[in-house]
């Protein structure tokens, strides 16, 4: 997921367990939700990530934190909106999944 209101990037601790990605760091978040009046500080791993795009093959690195806590999960495409972008020949970000499940958030960019 891609938020242009976050002030870091988070990746999932179970991500990076699977992954065998190492950290580059370990530093103390104080982490706020929206409109919150309580913070939480914790320890949390920096990750080196390396990305690519899947059409464009452009390459870059983020370093996010490990993500302690679930996220989101975002829902899936509706079958209209999926039937337009073939008919428009649109790619779209989604991944191509046969259910119409929610898609769980693991990287918050």
Known sequence: MVD??????FLAAFLI???KL???NERDLTACAFESQSAQL???RL???DMKGVWTHSAFTI???E???ALSAQPAVPQDV???AHVRKLQLADPKTKSQEDVPGEILI
């Open 4 to 9: 242009g209101g976050n002030q870091s990037s």
């Open 17 to 19: 367990d699977d992954l």
């Open 22 to 24: 190492e950290a580059t």
């Open 42 to 44: 914790s320890k949390r």
């Open 47 to 49: 990750i080196r990530f």
């Open 63 to 65: 370093t996010p934190y």
């Open 67 to 69: 993500s302690t806590h």
């Open 82 to 84: 999926k039937t337009l």
